[in-house]
């Protein structure tokens, strides 16, 4: 454990070594008072199995995990989300091979109860590189590398699933995030992103292609996430250090929160992949009033780089972690947004509580 | 690897010569027909991949044998090849790997700090660590990485009779670094190098039980009987496990056993006086105990001395109660004999007596640990050190070597070469890699023949060899490979090179061939937007310009507005930019083109006909374009391939467009040179015919003519 001075307050970190790879993880907030869980995508590279598994922690000393449950996938897990409803803790999982699984878990204790799974060839061609539960965690978006956005819907003991498009291989998606019941964003090669309308059948309804890419720089989204309270405005996260944010009603101008863009004055933290983005919730309830439906909210990011930082429309970045390798995917506890977790690259967690 | 690998005196790697009997494993390959061919191949990790080729059966030959069909023609296996060393598994070495990266790299750059301001300065160390406070600090950090004694779980009320706390078991890997910072890189406690020995076995004594008895072994057994004995002091074990924890100086545990006898119960205190007088003295007799040494941890027995002189003042006053107590006449009056024969045994192990020591230790270390503590407390220089271990090894000679002793053996006799060896057969190249900066801070000789360039090693020290030997294991693994370049930079000579090769293997963003690789597989698969943007990315013209005929057929014949949908992703990521896309940037204008045609056929006239021009000029301007498309486009303007019948000729309502011409006089000159163009190159051998009807060409030029007139009669 360690304790580093922030410029708001502490920092509390554990680190915890894992003998696995982790591909993905994720906060589960189940009732219990007492105890948390982590859900850890893991992946073993010495025997090739993959396996999600849910880690208890106890919540006066975080760096006392113990297994919960667990459960074999078979193929390696490349998205993660959980549901957000604490009466009805349900774990997504898309792998590689493109198969889709559910696992309902128990609301205190989070042991798995049952299983779904979609693992038809018709579903998706080829590995599932996004997917996204609804709120209510009755409906899962997923979208592939084959160009196919499909909606699934999860029943009690049946799943059954929906094409909402095919681009045939023509486009190529790489993430998922729903904005409204109805609406849903994804993301994909070009620092592209599609909005999309399920009452508008045919196509996205809105399209946006970064164009500040230089030659043989590579550009491709690899996370986004919309804030529940501005569904107009998508966050994505990419290539070369590359965030930002495209707001629909002014779809000419993204807004640049980091990146290495000919042109423009932004500090980036970094100039790596960044891997994942997400709208940082945790502030005081103060300075939310301050900030104008215009501005972008403060958004956490995660890089091949190993930072894990904060970035403020107009401010400087303000760094929570600096490793020597990757930070590969973080998660904000929805419940308690001063609590971090992220993966690292060289098989450890990281546990942070800021206060 | 640099260099050649031939005979054992100039081998790269150091290998021992005594190599064991080769084991043999048999291979399930289940394979009828006689092998072939066989091939092997190094796997991810330390797998190893065997394939069996079996004979090429002959189908066709008139002798094919029946059961052809069912022969399978090869196999692979994958032998996975578990490491030597049973104590840390794969996942835990990684894990140390991984953690060993900072201080490894901290270490390397102060150490380039250092040269650098030592050149600048020329000596003048105004501000100026000492570089073995540096490599102290390294050494921590790596121990730490090694694991920190954990105790287990005990049980919450602790019971009075546990001597020996239940700890987890350390590793050798520990014990030995620790051996190695405590000889070359702990300056401060050089003076005091016995008593730091006294604390290394006291922590590793556990790990020389496996091959045979040891004190902690004997502790273990008497821990057991401890809780069922009634009067412990009947017991001879009682007095043997005490003895034998003094002699390797364990005195907490010497002074809770004392505390145990049976004369301490309140009902046995009133006939057993002399008696309980005599343990108590004993007890704080060894809990002063006069040690040389800077401090002791809390909780530890034992007065500490700095100086050799109060130290021995201390000593001579110690041994003199210890005389007293000896001499004295309560002995008499103690009537439990095992009690009085224990005690006086206890004495003499602290009066340094060679044989009562010898009869109490078990292992040749711990013989050799009490020496330093009751016979020889001023010990000091390797060489004396060095003696007085061999002396305790021909008295308590052991049939096999254990990896720590032949390691510390390796240390007092002084021979780098040995110590290195060693480290390297026992514990594997992580180990060389990082303890050769404690070997370099311990003493100037080593540093040179560490950093000495040889020939034998194709010009690179052993320093460096090692680092590579390391690097290499590293970037064999998936997980750790991307390590491997922190190690390759710190090597001078060989380094660069070994890590351009390193990198050549990855796929990096710049390696244009793996781009292009991962492009053409996307486009076989049927990812054509994936394909499209790899093979961008490796800036691939070539490939790219035949997409772009491919695409556009398809393009031209799907068209719909349905289909649109599925493009327009596609024709975005293409960009309108002339950059990278090769031929492809003329679909991009197509497109607009074709959005504004296809709002004429809507309906939305006035503006969208006139966008529909000038994206028809612009792609005829552009000379990317490439000339089989000229007709289709001009067709296409004309009739479009997806409209129905009732819908032809929309560019002749284009181009007869009611309220005035939308071409004017050169942009209709333009076209039709185009054509006149495309009509001499009908004439080409290689000329590809367009799939249109043969009335295209003819139907355009006529729609043309006739806006030509329109326009001239316009201006």
């Known amino acids: ?355 | 690897m640099p260099g050649r690998m031939s005979d054992p005196s100039d081998s790269l790697v150091p290998f021992s010569p005594d190599v064991r009997d080769p084991v043999v494993y048999s291979l399930h390959h289940d394979l009828k027909a006689p092998i072939s061919r066989l091939s092997i191949s190094w796997s991810k990790g330390n797998c190893l991949r065997v394939s069996f080729f079996g004979k090429k059966s002959s189908n066709s030959s008139a002798e094919g044998s029946g059961n052809s069909n069912d022969q399978i023609g090869g196999k692979v296996v994958e032998v996975k090849l578990s490491s030597e060393d049973g104590e840390i598994d794969e996942a835990q070495k990684r894990r140390i790997a991984y953690g060993s990266v900072s201080p490894f790299a901290l270490l390397q750059s102060r150490k380039n700090s250092m040269s650098l301001l030592s050149k600048m300065s020329m000596g003048s160390s105004t501000y100026h660590v000492e570089w073995w406070e540096h490599v102290m600090e390294y050494s921590k950090d790596i121990n730490l990485l090694l694991g920190s004694p954990k105790p287990l779980p005990s049980p919450v009320i602790e019971d009075p009779k546990t001597v020996l706390k239940a700890m987890e078991k350390p590793t050798c890997l520990k014990a030995a670094w620790e051996l190695m910072e405590i000889f070359y890189a702990d300056k401060q406690s050089q003076a005091w190098l016995p008593e730091s020995l006294v604390d290394w076995l006291a922590d590793y004594d556990n790990l020389l039980s496996e091959t045979g008895t040891t004190v902690y072994s004997k502790l273990v057994d008497l821990q057991k009987e401890l809780v069922t004995l009634q009067a412990v002091e009947d017991n001879p074990k009682y007095w043997e496990g005490i003895s034998s924890a003094l002699a390797v100086g364990w005195l907490e545990i010497v002074v809770k056993l004392l505390r145990l006898h049976g004369s301490y119960q309140l009902d046995q205190l009133g006939n057993r006086e002399t008696e309980n007088g005599l343990v108590e003295a004993v007890a704080v007799l060894i809990s002063k105990m006069p040690r040389i040494r800077t401090e002791l941890a809390v909780g530890r027995l034992g007065e500490c001395y700095k100086t050799k002189p109060d130290f021995v003042k201390a000593w001579e006053k110690w041994r003199g109660q210890i005389t007293k107590l000896e001499c004295s006449a309560f002995w008499v009056q103690c009537d439990h004999r095992q009690t009085r024969e224990g005690l006086k045994n206890v004495l003499q192990i602290m009066l340094g007596n060679t044989n009562s020591l010898n009869t109490v230790t078990s292992h040749w270390i711990e013989l050799y640990i009490s020496h330093f503590l009751y016979v020889r407390p001023f010990t000091m220089g390797l060489e004396s050190m060095y003696s007085l271990a061999q002396k305790c090894m021909q008295l308590k000679p052991t049939s096999s070597t254990h990896r720590l002793m032949g390691l510390l053996l390796g240390i007092l006799g002084e021979n780098t070469e040995v110590v290195l060896a060693e480290c390297s057969r026992s514990f594997g190249p992580w180990m060389v890699a990082h303890a050769v900066e404690l070997l370099t801070a311990g003493s100037k000789q080593a540093e040179i023949l560490l950093h000495e360039e040889r020939y034998n090693l194709g010009g690179i020290s052993i320093e460096e060899l090692h680092r590579l030997v390391y690097a290499q294991i590293l970037s064999s693994h998936a997980l750790t490979w991307q390590i491997a370049p922190i190690y390759l930079t710190s090597c001078t000579k060989q380094g660069m090179g070994l890590l351009e090769i390193l990198l050549y293997k990855q796929p990096i963003q710049h390696n244009h061939l793996l781009l292009k690789i991962a492009g053409i597989h996307h486009w076989k698969h049927g990812k054509k937007g994936s394909g499209i943007f790899w093979l961008q990315q490796a800036q691939d013209e070539v490939r790219l310009n035949r997409i772009a005929q491919q695409l556009f057929d398809f393009v031209g014949k799907s068209i719909s507005d349905e289909s649109f949908k599925q493009w327009e992703g596609l024709i975005e990521l293409l960009g309108s930019e002339a950059r990278t896309v090769g031929g492809l940037e003329f679909l991009h204008k197509y497109r607009d083109f074709k959005k504004s045609l296809q709002q004429v056929q809507d309906g939305h006239i006035t503006d969208a006909a006139r966008q529909a021009v000038e994206s028809l000029i612009l792609l005829m301007k552009n000379p990317s374009t490439p000339q089989r498309f000229w007709l289709p486009l001009l067709h296409d303007s004309r009739t479009g391939p997806g409209i129905e019948a009732e819908k032809r000729g929309s560019l002749v309502k284009l181009l007869n467009w009611s309220e005035h011409p939308l071409l004017n006089i050169s942009q209709t000159n333009l076209l039709l040179n185009k054509l006149q163009e495309l009509s001499m190159a009908k004439l080409h051998p290689d000329f590809i015919e367009a799939d249109l009807p043969p009335h295209a060409l003819n139907s355009v030029r006529l729609a043309l003519a006739t806006n030509l007139g329109r326009a001239f009669l316009e201006e």
């Open chain 1, 1 to 355: 454990m360690a304790m580093v001075a922030e410029g708001v307050g502490t920092l509390q970190i554990h680190r915890i070594s894992q003998p696995k790879y982790i591909d993905a993880l994720r906060w589960l907030s189940p009732l219990s008072a007492f105890e948390r869980f982590a859900v850890l995508a893991l992946h073993d590279s010495d025997s090739d199995v993959s396996s999600i598994e849910i880690q208890a922690l106890n919540r006066s000393n975080p760096s006392n995990l113990h297994l919960q449950s667990s459960w074999a996938s078979p193929a390696r897990i490349s998205t993660l989300r959980v549901s957000q409803i604490p009466q009805k803790p349900l774990v997504a999982a898309s792998t590689y091979m493109g198969s889709l699984h559910f696992l309902f878990t128990d609301p205190v204790d989070a042991s798995l109860e049952s299983e779904l799974s979609l693992a038809e060839k018709s579903f998706h061609a080829g590995p599932i590189s996004g997917i996204d539960l609804q709120g209510t965690g009755s409906e899962c978006v997923s979208v592939g590398e084959d160009g196919r956005v499909n909606l699934v819907t999860i029943g009690d003991s049946k799943l059954n699933y929906r094409r909402v498009f095919d681009s045939h291989g023509l486009v190529s998606y790489t993430a998922a995030k729903w904005a409204s019941p109805a609406e849903f964003a994804t993301g994909g090669l070009g620092f592209s992103l599609q909005y999309w309308d399920q009452r508008k059948p045919g196509g996205a309804v809105s399209q946006f292609k970064g164009n500040w890419g230089r030659g043989n720089m590579s550009e491709i989204v690899h996370s986004i996430d919309i804030h529940p309270s501005r569904k107009h405005i998508l966050l994505a996260g990419g290539s070369s250090g590359t965030v930002f944010a495209w707001d629909l009603r002014w779809q000419k101008q993204p807004v640049l929160l980091s990146g290495i863009v000919p042109g423009e004055t932004v500090v980036s933290p970094s100039e790596s992949e960044v891997w994942e983005v997400q709208f940082d919730c945790y502030m005081q309830s103060a300075t939310i009033g301050n900030i104008s439906s215009g501005q972008i909210l403060p958004v956490m990011m995660c890089s091949e780089d190993g930072i894990l930082a904060v970035i403020k429309q107009g401010e400087q970045p303000m760094e929570i972690l600096a490793e020597p390798c990757a930070i590969n995917s973080f998660d904000i506890d929805k419940q308690n947004p001063s609590d971090l977790l992220c993966s690292l690259e060289w098989e450890s967690i990281v546990i942070l509580s800021r206060q």
